[in-house]
């Protein structure tokens, strides 16, 4: 389950539907992953259940092919906001849509939002 707040978005294995501002000083669950909203795009932080989200360093260096940033619009996935570049899904992949702040991974068949 994904969970939007504010600018940030904590990505969980349970039904919480919950919606709050997370503060600085909030401490993600081991193996948790956060991602921040940033000039960048969004960008992922993988918490360890000790440091708050603010204080953990960024992922996406180490797995730049895991996570896409790219639009989403009408089923497919595109690299550019004009949406003249279609990506191929992959599985093992997180897409993020930049334009609404979603996260869909690829099933083989369809993109599918986990927010």
């Known amino acids: 389950m994904a969970h939007i707040f504010n600018a940030i ?3 969980r294995r349970d ?3 919950n919606f ?20 960048d795009g969004l960008r992922p932080k993988v918490g360890n ?3 708050p989200y603010s204080k953990l360093t ?8 895991t996570i ?8 497919i996935f ?3 906001v004009s949406k003249t570049d279609i990506l ?3 599985k093992n992949k997180l897409y993020i849509d930049n334009a609404h702040s979603k996260i869909y991974y690829y099933d083989g068949d369809f993109y599918v939002n986990i927010q």
Do not use: M
Not at 20 to 33: C, M, R, Y
Not at 58 to 65: A, K, L, M, P, V
């Open 78 to 80: 595109y690299t550019d």
């Open 88 to 90: 191929d899904g992959q």
């Open 58 to 65: 960024f992922i996406d260096e180490s797995y730049r092919d």
């Open 15 to 17: 039904s919480e539907t």
């Open 20 to 39: 709050e501002k997370i503060k600085d000083s909030f401490i993600p669950a081991n193996g948790e992953i956060v991602l921040v909203d940033t000039k």
């Open 49 to 51: 259940g000790n440091l």
């Open 68 to 75: 896409v940033n790219g639009y989403y619009e009408n089923g």
């Open 9 to 11: 978005i904590q990505l």
